[in-house]
């Protein structure tokens, strides 16, 4: 029954962090106003009164995203839990969605430590999860990125990744919880709303099969990060400046670990290089190539030596 959200919530979180949250501790709510967000901002208020706070995030796509936001200002003040608006100092350009997404998540994470919270949860639920991965797969992610639909990273909660979107809405309707329906769920220029109709369709995945598979890569992930790091150990030299791998005669996906980590200490601010320029690149450097990512000049063969590239001279 929807009712019995606000244990399930409790449980899921209490997994996730390995205790229930302490009297003391604060909760960070992402709420944008859609029936998801706010069936997860009622079941928190429920499940730990007076220690919930909420953020909206306002990107400045859509002329109603203020309205929306202002909605669950309002509902946040008859519960006596604290909220704030947020929005981004410059505007959402490029790719929308993936723009919008890194905007969304830099402004709640600054806002998190700002108010001392110690716990950011977000109302992703099983099926985004089917979503992510299947759009995942369609874009040919590897272990990593399949398996980064988790339910705890650091200080992120999503502790409704065993939820169904029907049922948080029969949550919200049960409690007589405002919400609103997001047109870009349904606006076919986005990759996600086309997958979504089709997948509404039938019911082909099962939500609770996909988060075992999804568990699986998780520990897979695990497991390779801790031996990446341990062979990054032995033979990754990190030094003024520059970045020497030692050894280059292991697999493919662990010297892909060894090159982000090299790339990461040369120049922490850059994005991190996926999908075909990064499987290109190892190709170059076990071919005893040079090659150029993220602002890194990395010669290959026997052994792999990296530093940042020079800055480009202005015309």
Request: aromatic fraction near 4%; include cysteine.
């Amino acid at each position: 029954m929807p009712d019995d959200l606000d244990a399930r919530l409790s449980a899921a979180t209490a997994r996730l962090i390995g205790r229930a949250p302490l009297p003391q501790e604060r909760i960070g709510i992402a709420v944008s106003g859609g029936a998801d967000s706010m069936a997860l901002l009622a079941a928190a208020h429920h499940s730990w009164p007076g220690q919930i706070e909420a953020a909206t995030v306002d990107h400045g796509l859509r002329p109603k995203a203020r309205q929306e936001a202002e909605m669950v200002a309002a509902w946040c003040a008859t519960a006596d839990i604290p909220h704030a608006i947020l929005t981004p100092e410059a505007p959402i350009a490029g790719n929308l969605q993936a723009s919008a997404r890194i905007a969304r998540y830099r402004l709640l994470d600054a806002w998190r430590e700002a108010r001392g919270l110690a716990w950011l949860m977000t109302a992703h639920q099983a099926d985004d999860q089917i979503e992510t991965v299947i759009l995942r797969l369609n874009r040919g992610s590897g272990v990593g990125g399949l398996a980064s639909v988790r339910g705890r990273r650091e200080h992120l909660l999503r502790p409704l990744l065993g939820e169904r979107r029907a049922t948080l809405r029969a949550y919200c309707v049960a409690n007589d919880l405002p919400f609103v329906d997001d047109p870009s769920n349904i606006d076919p220029r986005f990759d996600r709303a086309r997958l979504r109709a089709l997948l509404a369709e039938g019911d082909l995945i099962a939500p609770a099969g996909l988060a075992r598979s999804v568990e699986a890569l998780e520990q897979a992930d695990a497991a390779l990060a801790w031996m990446a790091d341990s062979l990054a150990d032995d033979y990754l030299d990190l030094g003024d400046r520059a970045a020497v791998l030692n050894r280059t005669d292991l697999p493919s996906e662990i010297l892909r670990r060894l090159l982000l980590k090299m790339i990461e200490y040369l120049n922490p601010e850059a994005e991190k290089p996926r999908g075909p320029s990064l499987d290109q690149a190892l190709v170059q450097l076990l071919d005893a190539k040079t090659v150029t990512l993220a602002d890194c000049v990395i010669t290959g063969g026997g052994t792999w030596a990296s530093r940042r590239a020079p800055p480009r001279k202005s015309r």
